[in-house]
């Protein structure tokens, strides 16, 4: 058996766990590939995700659109614009990915792996995309939507249209002037990738102490998930119960 008929065996617990018989079982092994595997693989026989993330970015945008269309008729273009934005940022499609457990399937280089790869926000987020990309070529767009729109309907549902989806980086700041009297700030803490496809990870910070970290493609879109992530934190009750940091106010509306 060569590695290739290798790899597939092993993917085809994948498979059963998300009801996905792939016609060609190359694409789903490429999907999990990142470049780091080749670097220490060069004999390899089969590609890297990059690709098919590619792909997978815009059939992702394409279906969340689609579904925000119909699902909120009376929404108006810039919300339903903000609300995709939420619904396909990095840390959302790494939190889908890790439903399914993708990451105990991606192959990465040794490094990659040592150094907290198969958890890594970015990492996750694109072998996802590279995922549904791969659905899309292997079984077209129906199939690419019964499996990414399962992710999408819960999500939407928990939030409140009028209020939740508007734009993080506001409410946040609404509800620490109000509250705390204080103005967040943003730092950019880290950047990786090269120039036409950079990664920034950013932190929020309330009164010097920081309250979240987005990851996102620009560095507008990484502040909004710090922001998000940070709204998500304060008014968890689970966590601040524990904590006993419990905000004193609502978030605003």
């Given at each position: 058996m060569d590695d290739l008929e290798a790899r597939l065996e092993v993917l085809s617990t994948l498979q059963q766990s998300l009801g996905l018989v792939f016609r060609d079982l190359s694409l789903l092994l490429q999907a999990l590939t990142h470049s780091s595997y080749l670097n220490e693989n060069p004999t390899c026989s089969w590609g890297d995700n990059e690709r098919l993330e590619f792909l997978g970015d815009a059939v992702g945008d394409f279906l969340a659109a689609e579904f925000l269309y119909e699902r909120f008729p009376h929404w108006q273009e810039g919300q339903l614009t903000s609300v995709r934005a939420e619904l396909v940022r990095t840390d959302t499609l790494a939190r889908f990915a890790r439903q399914i457990g993708l990451g105990q399937y991606l192959l990465m280089g040794r490094g990659e792996e040592q150094s907290g790869g198969r958890d890594r926000i970015a990492m996750l987020s694109d072998a996802f995309e590279a995922l549904l990309g791969a659905i899309y070529l292997d079984q077209g767009m129906e199939a690419a939507r019964r499996f990414f729109l399962p992710f999408l309907q819960p999500l939407v549902e928990t939030f409140s249209v009028a209020t939740q989806w508007r734009d993080a980086k506001s409410r946040l700041q609404e509800w620490s002037q109000a509250v705390?009297?204080?103005?967040?700030?943003?730092?950019?803490?880290?950047?990786?990738?090269?120039?036409?496809?950079?990664?920034?990870?950013?932190?929020?910070?309330?009164?010097?102490?920081?309250?979240?970290?987005?990851?996102?493609?620009?560095?507008?879109?990484?502040?909004?998930?710090?922001?998000?992530?940070?709204?998500?934190?304060?008014?968890?009750?689970?966590?601040?119960?524990?904590?006993?940091?419990?905000?004193?106010?609502q978030p605003p509306k």
């Amino acid at each position: 058996m060569d590695d290739l008929e290798a790899r597939l065996e092993v993917l085809s617990t994948l498979q059963q766990s998300l009801g996905l018989v792939f016609r060609d079982l190359s694409l789903l092994l490429q999907a999990l590939t990142h470049s780091s595997y080749l670097n220490e693989n060069p004999t390899c026989s089969w590609g890297d995700n990059e690709r098919l993330e590619f792909l997978g970015d815009a059939v992702g945008d394409f279906l969340a659109a689609e579904f925000l269309y119909e699902r909120f008729p009376h929404w108006q273009e810039g919300q339903l614009t903000s609300v995709r934005a939420e619904l396909v940022r990095t840390d959302t499609l790494a939190r889908f990915a890790r439903q399914i457990g993708l990451g105990q399937y991606l192959l990465m280089g040794r490094g990659e792996e040592q150094s907290g790869g198969r958890d890594r926000i970015a990492m996750l987020s694109d072998a996802f995309e590279a995922l549904l990309g791969a659905i899309y070529l292997d079984q077209g767009m129906e199939a690419a939507r019964r499996f990414f729109l399962p992710f999408l309907q819960p999500l939407v549902e928990t939030f409140s249209v009028a209020t939740q989806w508007r734009d993080a980086k506001s409410r946040l700041q609404e509800w620490s002037q109000a509250v705390l009297h204080e103005t967040p700030s943003y730092r950019t803490v880290q950047e990786t990738g090269p120039d036409h496809a950079k990664e920034f990870t950013v932190e929020v910070l309330i009164g010097g102490q920081v309250r979240g970290r987005g990851v996102g493609r620009s560095k507008h879109a990484a502040e909004q998930a710090a922001a998000q992530a940070a709204l998500e934190a304060l008014f968890t009750p689970a966590e601040h119960t524990a904590q006993g940091d419990r905000p004193t106010s609502q978030p605003p509306k």
